[in-house]
């Protein structure tokens, strides 16, 4: 039996190993196809002489046990390590402000925690929501959480927190996504108060923050990192998953070979080969291109995914004399003074990064709709890294000793999650199990099931698992 995977990012080489350990003596072959010259998609790792340094993905959710058993499973559990639990920033109206804690996703309960970042007004309106009619919520549904978040509080609370959180974490604002699609919580919170009448969004916040504080303590940190970098992970799962890796094939088209009733494919830019099932591990608007003639009317659904383009710029310094004591900055959207949307300052935030000695600071551009990330020369760039950095903590980069950089464009580097999207992910599922020509094609990636790296896990697992079940 032949199997082949598209994409040899973090999905793909998770399906590859999954694969395996389900079949681990029969006669099963994996192919994986990457289109670029190396594995691990938007995890990259990349040799500085200090030291190994992540330019995509610098971190996991933690308390996302299936991910650490999974990594545990691989041998990787003594690579993991902590942060060092430092406080982040906000840049606000040309001031460096603790970023607040508590809240959901920057959303606050109450006006309490965000007091220094919004004016009098908002504070008030914070702490009035809940006197004012509830808002309709349809259970099960989604709606966009800027607009959710303006209505109810304010654009202040949107520009100066919402959108810096969340914008770290999809390079969108919050009015780029949808509240169940990226604060899942929250619209359960929502399904659940609108069982009783109308939703107040302070109320649904405070409700999460008691839960929280009633979970039982000594978990760990919430996040986590391997210590050489996400190459110690993307290596490992390539080698463990036995499979041939083909790198620098770029898949164009997949054809469908045989019958309409018992499908089999082959794939152009492959091997001559007739595979009996292919995963596609890629982003959606690739997916969609490769579905086009096997699921047509998935693969035009799949063409409204939108994608974010971002850019990193690692940066290490000679010393870290005067690199504020915190673990990064975010930057508020609609800031005018600095080009970026954060900096992680890599060697505060980790302790085994400070190990190395100097100073590690990745700065971060470009959001949802924006050209930044691929209409900046590279030279722009640095300079703006180091002008923004200088502007927003006084730590003079260029002064600092300059030893090492490196540039990396995420051109689609990330899904946008916006309020349709749960919707249109469960609709390219239907649409292709209701295509007979597809019958033996599944779909796994950021896309499809989180961007975070304990989702695109959790999904190629299951997509590998389900594969498994119908090989002999
Ligand atoms: C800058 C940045 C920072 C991030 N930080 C974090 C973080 O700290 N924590 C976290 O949990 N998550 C983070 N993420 C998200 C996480 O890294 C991604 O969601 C995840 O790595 C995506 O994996 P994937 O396999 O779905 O997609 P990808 O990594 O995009 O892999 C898809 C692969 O398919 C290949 N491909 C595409 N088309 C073809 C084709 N036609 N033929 C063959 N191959 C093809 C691509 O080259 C790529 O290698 C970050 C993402 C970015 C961009």
Redesign the pocket.
């Given at each position: 039996m032949n199997i082949a995977i598209?994409?040899?990012?973090?999905?793909?080489l998770t399906a590859a190993f999954e694969l395996r350990k389900r079949n681990p003596d029969a006669d099963v072959k994996v192919d994986v196809?990457?289109?670029?010259d190396r594995?691990?998609?938007?995890?990259h790792t990349v040799a500085f002489e200090a030291g190994p340094t992540d330019m995509?993905?610098?971190?996991?959710?933690a308390r996302r046990k299936d991910a650490v058993d999974f990594f545990t499973e691989l041998g990787l559990a003594d690579s993991l390590v902590e942060p060092s639990g430092l406080r982040s920033l906000v840049w606000v109206d040309g001031q460096a402000r603790d970023l607040p804690t508590g809240g959901v996703m920057g959303i606050p309960s109450s006006s309490e925690t965000v007091k220094h970042l919004v004016s009098a007004e908002t504070a008030e309106r914070i702490d009035t929501e809940a006197e004012r009619a509830g808002f309709d919520w349809e259970v099960g549904g989604d709606v966009n959480v800027g607009q959710l978040v303006r209505e109810r509080y304010g654009d202040e609370v949107v520009d100066n927190i919402v959108s810096s959180l969340l914008g770290g974490?999809y390079?969108c604002t919050a009015d780029d996504l949808g509240v169940r699609a990226t604060i899942p919580q929250l619209a359960g919170e929502f399904d659940r108060l609108a069982a009783d009448g109308l939703v107040h969004l302070s109320t649904a916040v405070a409700n999460l923050e008691r839960s929280r504080r009633e979970m039982p303590t000594g978990q760990g940190a919430v996040f986590k990192t391997f210590r050489d970098g996400y190459q110690e992970l993307y290596e490992t799962l390539a080698e463990k998953s036995g499979a041939d890796i083909y790198i620098d094939?770029?898949?164009?088209s997949i054809e469908l070979e045989g019958s309409a009733d018992a499908p089999k494919y082959r794939l152009k830019?492959g091997e001559d080969t007739v595979y009996d099932h292919v995963i596609l591990?890629?982003?959606a608007p690739?997916a969609a291109?490769?579905l086009k003639s096997v699921a047509p009317a998935a693969s035009e659904q799949l063409k409204t995914v939108k994608l974010a383009n971002?850019a990193?710029v690692g940066m290490r310094f000679a010393t870290d004399e005067g690199l504020p004591e915190n673990s990064g900055v975010l930057v508020a959207t609609g800031a005018e003074d600095v080009h970026a949307k954060a900096f992680t300052f890599s060697s505060r935030k980790w302790p085994h990064l400070a190990e190395r000695g100097g100073a590690l600071v990745r700065a971060?551009f470009g959001r949802f709709g924006d050209t930044v990330a691929f209409a900046t020369t590279e030279d722009d760039l640095v300079d703006w890294a180091l002008d923004d950095l200088h502007t927003i903590t006084g730590f003079d980069g260029r002064a600092a000793g300059l030893e090492e950089i490196y540039v990396q464009r995420?051109l689609g580097?990330?899904p946008r999650f916006d309020e349709g999207h749960l919707a249109t992910v469960a609709q390219v599922r239907t649409l292709l199990n209701d295509e007979p020509k597809a019958a033996n094609i599944s779909i796994?990636?950021?896309?499809a099931g989180g961007?975070?790296?304990?989702a695109?896990i959790a999904d190629?697992r299951a997509v590998a698992v389900d594969v498994a079940k119908h090989t002999p």
């Open positions: 598209i994409g040899a990012g973090l999905a793909g196809y990457e289109a670029t594995i691990g998609g938007k995890l995509g993905a610098e971190a996991f959710m974490v390079s094939a770029f898949i164009s830019g591990a890629v982003p690739t291109l490769l971002s990193v971060s995420w580097g990330l796994t990636g950021a896309w961007v975070g790296v304990p695109v190629a």
